[in-house]
């Protein structure tokens, strides 16, 4: 039998708000254990929640980048279960009316079964989190750290569309770089800012009938998250194939040997006994409000990707490079746009491209920076890439030396820096001829292996020619001095 993996994803991304989700203590990660609380977090007797505003804005930003149908009135309710680092007994939480409905993600998956699958969105909600259980620090006691409790979530439910370890990576990665192109979370895995249950099922190939899912908890890595779904498919595999039956519950996985582990029983929406949170009222969003959110709404990354590649005329790769991140795509798309007015007659778009990619975004983490905090002005990146396309200046040179120039001494500009240095090559045939002559003179037998149809050999004798010219002699004007004298 072959059995088709069945994944639905239920993501958790923790909003960058100032403030807790229904009251003003600090959301900010770190910070000592239980600092980040107050009397509302706390759940003390009397106390009110009072919604984030910020934390609405939020969720209607992603539900609009995914295309999702935005709830014009929407409630809050209380789930209900019991656990130490949850003090107030409940989760507030939405249930009957969540803020997004529908839409869906476009994945991209590198040797994929499935070309380009579109995952679709069942809802988005709006919740808080809870604290921090650890059992670690002692024998005897667990530990619990509430400065995480009331943090606002937004939590994304997908359809069970996923198929493969692989496409849950990409489907992470794509909403990764969705919310931190909103500005709306740092999407960081490691703190906690987005992690992941994986709910997962077999069925026979060809079958549209779903089995019994069972879901993993809190995948806070995609290396653990591709282990924890190969395990578990095994797994149910091995149940089914020993005539068994895949109960649903709830498990965990142990990152040290790679396994899943029962921890409950799948709970059903009536075990949290749900109900509508008496203390805040519904949420209405006015059509006024939506469309002023909807206007300072930026590009989304494919409609940016289609930029660079439809009008600059850019390579499928290096667009969806300049693409991982908004500072580094509105960048490109000012240099792109700022070459096309100041040079009309040349084409720059691969040299800038090759300069972002290859020299500045590498320069930007090696120097813990962004793009718009670079020295270098950027008509000046334009006229470094202008001196390559021309023939001026070799890519290498430009790369090697005239790019830490241009740093270091940033209100230079580069073809005075180039001059300054020497970099600049050159056409000029007494030059030219004096070393192609020479190197000539050094390989007579090479040359006669042309002369006899060796024609590959040119490689050769150009790459000897920059070499002894440091780089200085113009390509174009090299290469038929060459050709010329190896007819003869």
Known sequence: MVYETVIGLETHIQLGTASKAFCADAAAFGGAPNTHTGIISLAHPGTLPRLNKKAVEYAVKLGMALGCEINRRTSFDRKNYFYADLPKGFQTTQDRAPVCLGGSIALKVPGGQRNNPLIRIHHIHLEEDAGKSMHDQSPDHSFIDLNRAGVPLLEIVSEPDLRGPEEVAAYMEEMRRLVRWLGISDGNMEEGSMRCDVNISIRPQGSSTFGNRCEIKNMN?????????????????AIVEAGGKVF??????????????SLREKENAHDYRYFPEPDLPPVVLSEQYLSDIRQEMPLLPAQLETLFLETFGLPAYDAEQLTQDHATARYAKQLLELAV???????LNKTIANLLINKLLPWCVSENTTLDQCPVRPEYWLEYAELIESGQLSASTAAQRLFPAML????????????????????????LEEIV???????????????????????????????NSKGKAEPQATTKLLQEKLSL
Do not use: C, W
């Open 221 to 237: 890595s995609m290396r653990f998250a591709k282990r924890a779904i190969e395990f578990e498919v095994n797994r149910q595999i």
């Open 248 to 261: 649903q519950e709830t498990r965990g996985f142990d990152a040290a040997d790679g396994t899943t582990y």
């Open 341 to 347: 007015v100041n040079h009309p007659e040349k084409n």
């Open 408 to 431: 270091e001494t940033p209100a230079t500009a580069p073809a005075l820096l180039a001059t300054q240095l020497n970099l600049l090559q050159s056409a000029d045939n007494d030059f």
């Open 437 to 467: 002559n020479d190197v000539l003179a050094r390989f007579p037998d090479k040359v006669a292996e042309y002369r006899k149809g060796k024609k590959g050999l040119l490689g050769m004798f150009m790459g000897e020619v920059m070499k």
